[in-house]
């Protein structure tokens, strides 16, 4: 029996077939109801008890040898053409493209990162807001000019109801919410009536930050965004404040950085000034703290205000804000990264 199976296995060892009916043959051949394998393995209770642990190994390896072959065989016969069965090869792996995070989710990201390394946590708030959040409290005076500076999308009118026109709508809820000490930052979407071009859309997308405690200084308003920028944009870049309006800081300021293009030196990205503007911040006004029952003779704080969209532009050199929103793969493909 011994000599058989080694016969066997030499037999499998040279098959070659033809196509894929000769090959069906073999199959049946060896591991057929009434084939070589389940006829050795009828045999194998006649083998002595002493015997059977080599027997029963022999007639494995023959039985592995004739489903290696055939698969083996298939795969030749198949790939060369001969497809009597089917022409589906359902083991391909698939073209599809694998998915990659959308450049936007990836500034977003780095920017929770870079706060929440210093304590910052997250706060989200609706897309809808009433008056109340996105202006009142904020300390944009009824009927004044300011509220002009964002074209604003109402969706009702008294009492108005909007789309929100910046975060900073979520920090008079986070306010209300909680006393001091807050440190929060809020990723979220902002809408304004603005038509669309290459530096403008009518949705984009912000963060906020808020700080609030005794004894918050611009000092530390400064220092937080000087680390902010540095982490972001890398470690030799430069920042300066330029005095700014915003009715709900005072003082108020726009922050730039040295330009990460050309160090400082001037290109077309900075106009050949050599800055950017990446923010808007400021000392919350106390009117504000007011607003959200936050007792503004013990506490101070600064806010923050961003546009995602214009980061990842001067992040990645992107010269055309509508190319966020069109989906093309060709451009998302480019961006891979572990945020
Ligand atoms: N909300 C402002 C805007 O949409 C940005 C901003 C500026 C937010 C200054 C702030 C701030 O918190 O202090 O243009």
Known sequence: MKQKIAAYIDEVSVFK???LEQLEQFRLKFLGKKGIIP???ADFKKVPPEDRREMGQLINSLKQAVQKKIVTLKEELESSGDTTTTDLDL???????????HPLSVVRNEIIEIFSR????ISEGPEIEDDFHNFTALNFPEDHPARDMQDTFFIEKDPDIALRTHTSSVQVRVMEK????I???SPGRVFRNEAISARAHCIFHQVEGLYVDEDVSFADLKQTLFYFAKELFGENTRIRFRPSYFPFTEPSAEMDVSCNICGGKGCNICKYTGWVEILGCGMVDPNVLEACNIDNKKYTGFAFGMGIERITMLKYQINDLRLFFENDLRFLNQFRSAY
């Open 17 to 19: 077939a033809d196509n």
């Open 39 to 41: 006829a050795l393995f």
């Open 91 to 101: 083991t391909l792996p698939s073209e599809a493209p694998l998915g990659s995070r």
């Open 118 to 121: 210093i304590g910052f946590n």
């Open 178 to 181: 909680s006393q001091p000490p």
């Open 183 to 185: 440190r929060t930052i």
